[in-house]
């Protein structure tokens, strides 16, 4: 619709649009960040940078999911999925195959948080159901792999 003065009418369904054009738009560019800044993680301080980034990443994509911010939240979940990948290579090298397998079970739980995010009218209750899955992975192998130090900061345990 147009006003007498010519300019289109914004009506709410029409600002919908526009913010889920943003939204996606904003997440592609995210994704495409993200897959250039790839890398394998070869040693402990990668490591420590990799998963640090993950943390981060699991917030915002909580708050997304609780906003139903579906482009958010796929930006986000594709942060940690690529964050985890990356650190195949550590856990490989270094012949932790427990690592390995549970690496693979996180990312297979990030994968079900995927699937959740790009059904055409996503589930909140599904989405956060599956999101919280990728956490109890996390857990298990923070709880065999890493530590505290002095200053209340996780590091690698020794190999």
Same mark, same amino acid.
């Given at each position: ?6 300019s ?10 526009i ?10 560019t995210?994704?495409?960040?993200? %897959?250039? =800044?790839?890398q394998?993680?070869? #040693? @402990?301080?990668?490591? +420590? ?5 993950? *943390?981060?990443? !699991?917030?915002?994509?909580n708050k ?7 482009a958010?939240?796929k930006?986000?979940?594709?942060i940690?999925?690529?964050a985890?990948t990356?650190?195949e290579?550590?856990w ?8 390995v397998t ?6 297979g739980? %990030?994968? =079900?948080?995927?699937?959740a995010? #790009? @059904?055409?009218?996503? +589930? ?5 159901? *599956?999101f919280? !899955? ?18 209340q ?6 190999l």
């Amino acid at each position: 619709m147009t006003t007498e003065s010519g300019s289109m009418e914004v009506t709410p369904r029409r600002t919908t649009l526009i913010h889920r054009l943003f939204s996606y738009t904003l997440a592609v560019t995210a994704l495409a960040g993200v %897959v250039v =800044a790839a890398q394998k993680v070869t #040693n @402990a301080d990668e490591l +420590d940078k990799a998963m640090k980034k993950i *943390a981060p990443a !699991q917030a915002a994509t909580n708050k997304a999911i609780q906003s139903m911010s579906w482009a958010d939240a796929k930006a986000q979940v594709a942060i940690v999925k690529q964050a985890l990948t990356d650190t195949e290579s550590f856990w490989t090298a270094n012949k932790k195959d427990d690592a390995v397998t549970m690496l693979k079970d996180s990312l297979g739980k %990030v994968t =079900a948080v995927e699937q959740a995010l #790009n @059904a055409p009218m996503p +589930d909140q209750q599904a989405v956060l159901a *599956a999101f919280k !899955q990728v956490g109890a992975t996390c857990a298990a192998c923070h709880k065999q792999y890493r530590e505290q130090d002095e200053n209340q900061q996780y590091r690698l345990k020794a190999l």
